[in-house]
């Protein structure tokens, strides 16, 4: 049962560097979301795809890219690294927005 | 303003005690809503759905008044294992919003 997988689990990058953080589902779910959880914010929306070929931008996606290669795999991408980008990025996936969302175990990036 | 806010506690309950946690939207137009757990920043997990008319799952009890832009989780008797952050959560036009939690801590 992997459910939704996301690679890798720990990163530490230095100003500027460029990094993708994968995830991928097999519960064969149209919609998937990238946020971001720093102490105190709770978990802020930074792109989602509520359809495999469409990408829509969230509360804050300055800094990121993001890629819906297929249905399954929906990949964040941080170009140009920030100390500001520190944080615990969770992927999830969801039948439809309205369904039962399911994560991933989370990334924890620090950028030095 | 937040688009979904929560009291973010810490709510320090003895066992056994009943707590109400509360969360307010500001889009009206919102169309589903629900109560996720997380424990110590791991991912978090589907509590329970909330549904217009109410709906009780053991312990816990969630509401919804839409009227008053407002959702509501009761959790009676409490147990140690209920520790842990509450975040409520909004569904609006294919984004899953979520508030920045309540933190619950239930002691002996």
């Known amino acids: 049962n992997a459910g939704v997988t996301q690679t890798p689990k720990f990163q530490v990058l230095k100003t500027g560097q460029s990094m993708t953080l994968q995830c991928a589902q097999d519960?064969?779910?149209?919609?998937m979301y990238w946020y971001r959880q720093d102490p105190g914010m709770g978990l802020r929306l930074i792109y989602y795809s509520a359809s495999e070929g469409t990408t829509d931008k969230g509360e804050v996606p300055n800094g990121y890219n993001v890629s819906r290669l297929n249905k399954r795999e929906f990949s964040l991408r941080l170009e140009s690294a920030a100390p500001s980008q520190t944080s615990v990025y969770f992927c999830?996936?969801?039948?439809?927005?309205?369904?039962?969302?399911?994560f991933g175990q989370g990334t924890r990036l620090t950028v030095v | 303003r937040k688009e979904v806010e929560q009291d973010p506690g810490p709510f320090n309950v003895p066992e056994g005690a009943t707590v109400a946690f509360n969360c307010t939207y500001s889009?009206?137009?919102?169309?589903?809503f629900f109560w996720y757990r997380q424990d110590c920043r791991k991912e978090p997990k589907l509590l329970m759905s909330v549904y217009s008319s109410g709906n009780e799952d053991g312990r816990f009890t969630a509401q919804l008044n839409r009227a008053s832009q407002y959702i509501s989780l009761l959790i009676r008797d409490s147990k140690l294992s209920d520790s842990a952050t509450y975040l409520c959560v909004v569904w609006y036009r294919g984004k899953l919003i979520f508030g920045q939690g309540t933190e619950l801590s239930v002691k002996p």
């Open positions: 519960m064969n779910h149209n919609s």
């Open positions: 999830a996936s969801s039948q439809q927005g309205n369904t039962e969302a399911f």
């Open positions: 889009n009206s137009a919102s169309q589903s």
